[in-house]
């Protein structure tokens, strides 16, 4: 789910995840699906990248984000590393009509950058690693800090990991007539514990679980009549299986992720890459289906005879509801699908040169179970990236 912020917040969380800044989660997405013993890195690795991130929904001028990014990497007297990442995020265009304080024909410009710095310590079969990150935009300040350990069998084919993050958020928009967040903050904390096991010299298996605890104001801004718990916690269950294919050259990444919280929010994603190498090429197409159902609180826009948003009726509907409301499209019942295409070229055996480009589709019919929301617009999103890695 995306974190409760600004539009520009929840349109640039495509390009955040490509450099593992704030939080925990993101280490875990990232964490190599590999089981072998701890070395520190022998040489120097740079990589600059460039996102264009661009959405939309039938007949709205919607976000676009530019986004250029740094990573760092280097070796410390043999036994430590240091990571350093940077993002710089540029915002523009219109947030979606339904539900949110800015029409479709308003405009809105913002920049967020985001920072993380990460040291770690190998030792014979076992490293432990510290990282701090640091992200702000206009009306957003994101503070974190994370602390993960892992170690090997005797044999080297197994690994265990365990990981504690921390994070502070300030929002503060008092520019916004609708649900002013004034000095509001909000804390998460999150608990990971893993396992990679080499099954067969063609088989490697990882499986994480992840607890995360959240306290304070989860409300987005932006939107009217939007009224959520102060808390909220989840299980984060994430199975992935590596096979390679001897015949065809390819190895095939699988993955299962399982999503339940407090909200009432439970998702299901499936995902399956596909990566061969011929000669200096590698090309890795990949699918992702994603499957949620809306929080307990979360309600449909109301609409008129002919199936089109009653703005109106919207309205007096969500004013007449009790308690804990949000019509936040994120909170909804829907199905989406990614399709993406990742080309890298090696121009030398230490540099890489690679683009990627994603696909996304999200809508309530995409669900393959339960009924989804009908009354939103189908929303879809194009992502492309191009990158450049070095090493000396």
């Not at 510290?130 to 300040?141: G, I, L």
């Not at 298996?205 to 939007?226: C, E, H, I, V």
């Amino acid at each position: 789910m995306t974190p409760t912020s600004s539009p520009s917040r929840s349109a640039s969380a495509w390009l955040i995840t490509a450099l593992a800044l704030p939080g925990l989660s993101a280490l875990t997405a990232l964490q190599p699906i590999d089981a072998k013993a701890e070395n520190a890195p022998e040489m120097t690795t740079i990589g600059v990248k460039y996102g264009s991130y661009q959405d939309s929904q039938p007949g709205l001028d919607r976000v676009r984000v530019r986004s250029p990014q740094l990573y760092f990497l280097a070796p410390v007297a043999g036994e430590w590393s240091v990571e350093a990442a940077w993002v710089g995020d540029s915002v523009s265009g219109a947030s979606p009509r339904m539900h949110t304080q800015r029409s479709g024909a308003s405009r809105m410009n913002d920049h967020r950058t985001a920072e993380e710095v990460k040291v770690t310590r190998y030792m014979a079969r076992a490293a432990v690693s510290a990282s701090a990150s640091y992200s702000t935009e206009h009306d957003y300040v994101s503070k974190a800090m994370g602390l993960q350990s892992r170690w090997s069998s005797d044999d080297n084919n197994r690994t265990w990991v365990l990981g504690y993050g921390h994070s502070t958020d300030w929002i503060d928009n008092q520019y916004n007539g609708v649900n002013t967040a004034i000095n509001q903050h909000k804390i998460s904390n999150e608990f990971m514990a893993g396992i990679t096991q080499v099954l067969t010299p063609r088989d490697v298996a990882q499986f994480n679980l992840t607890r995360t605890m959240g306290s304070g104001y989860f409300n987005d801004p932006y939107k009217a009549f939007d009224s959520r718990p102060r808390s909220r916690n989840a299980w984060i269950a994430l199975a992935r299986w590596n096979h390679y294919l001897v015949d065809l050259d390819i190895a095939a990444r699988s993955s299962y992720r399982y999503y339940s919280d407090t909200f009432g929010v439970k998702s299901h994603t499936l995902g399956l890459e596909l990566a061969q190498n011929i000669g200096q090429w590698t090309v890795t197409p990949g699918v992702r289906y994603y499957q949620q159902s809306a929080a307990s609180f979360y309600f449909d826009p109301k609409l008129d005879s002919q199936g089109r948003y009653d703005e109106l009726a919207t309205i007096q509907y969500a004013a007449g509801l009790a308690g804990y409301k949000s019509a936040d499209q994120r909170l909804s019942s829907f199905g989406a699908t990614t399709f993406s295409l990742k080309v890298a070229y090696a121009v030398g055996p230490n540099t890489v040169v690679d683009v990627k480009v994603d696909r996304y589709r999200q809508d309530a019919g995409l669900r393959l179970s339960g009924a989804g929301s009908p009354g939103l617009a189908p929303f879809s999103a194009r992502f492309v990236q191009f990158g450049l890695t070095h090493r000396f």
